[in-house]
């Protein structure tokens, strides 16, 4: 990889992921263990959303990320615009004891960052540390920590207001054939519109192999290639909390000329879901750019 200055888009995905996310349902829960069909579309729709986060996180891109040796912006990918926050960055100067892309330790505090993009009023607060695992080994190799990392937003014109936030650690390796991701113990939270609220906590890796050898680079947009995610979950929605295991039937495609979430073109994910030994098995097909269907199977006995 070509060493320019670390691009943590990671900042500029979360601050804008679940803008239009995460769907409350408009169907009562059902009392029983299974996973109703309300329920599985909005599962399926926060695991696409977990999913498409990772492709931004990896997106090494200077125009919508943040750079930390110049000055420090965040543009969020789904508003055009001036860079809404210049979060505070601690310790300064940073240290940098191997001189590779990866500072030995940095804090993004996000408190006080508000502004208004089309009908939406946003606030974003809580920090992001950036860690070199290794500060004395030049690579590439970075681990994000979010602390109480959050994001309130208001639809101005329905009057209605959603909020996320995110506690965890994940780590990022990358050469210029593929990326790896280990997400450990990483908690979303959310509010709906409604006021409902649900919680997913997943320990997940994800695989990113470029389509043309070579083509991955920093300060470069992700090229096009293959994704594939696992792991282990809870979700939590209401009284009932579901186990759910997240398998990659058929590698996600990952086109960048597509810019609308969840950027994959094909692939599969298929989640089994369990409660109280009750099974229910939810595939998500993605269909084109920004397009997938969901389908809830009970699995015969």
């Not at 607060?125 to 004395?136: E, N, R």
């Not at 696992?230 to 590698?251: D, E, I, L, M, P």
């Not at 920004?290 to 015969?300: A, D, F, L, M």
């Amino acid at each position: 990889m070509a060493r320019h200055g670390f691009l943590l888009a990671a900042g500029a995905a979360l601050l804008t992921a679940g803008l239009f996310a995460c769907s409350d349902g408009s169907s009562p829960d059902s009392t029983s263990d299974e996973l109703t069909a309300a329920q599985a579309d909005s599962l399926a729709e926060v695991i696409t959303q977990d999913a498409d986060e990772l492709v931004a996180a990896s997106e090494f891109n200077s125009t919508s990320a943040v750079v930390l040796r110049h000055h420090v912006r965040i543009i969020p990918h789904f508003f055009p615009g001036p860079p809404p926050c210049d979060p505070a960055i601690s310790p300064d100067p940073l240290s940098n004891s191997d001189n590779d892309a990866i500072p030995d330790s940095a804090r993004f505090d996000f408190t006080g960052c508000s502004f208004t993009r089309g009908p939406f009023d946003v606030s974003v607060g809580g920090t992001i540390d950036l860690i070199d695992p290794s500060p004395t080994v030049p690579e590439f190799a970075v681990r994000l920590v979010f602390n109480d990392f959050g994001r309130t937003w208001t639809n101005t014109q329905t009057n209605r207001t959603r909020s996320v936030i995110h506690n965890g650690t994940r780590q990022i390796s990358a050469n210029a054939d593929e990326l790896n991701h280990s997400i450990n113990n990483f908690l979303t939270e959310y509010t709906f519109a409604s006021g409902a609220t649900a919680t997913h906590v997943r320990n997940w890796t994800g695989h990113f192999d470029a389509e043309v050898p070579g083509s991955i680079a920093l300060d470069s947009p992700l090229p096009s290639g293959d994704w594939s995610f696992a792991g282990s979950s809870t979700w939590t929605k209401g009284a009932r909390t579901w186990g759910v295991q997240t398998t990659t039937t058929t590698a996600l495609h990952y086109d960048p000329a597509c810019s609308v979430a969840p950027r994959f073109t094909s692939g599969q994910l298929m989640l089994t879901v369990t409660r109280n030994g009750h099974i229910v098995n939810v595939t998500i097909d993605f269909t084109g750019c920004g397009q997938y269907s969901v389908t809830r199977t009970i699995p015969t006995a």
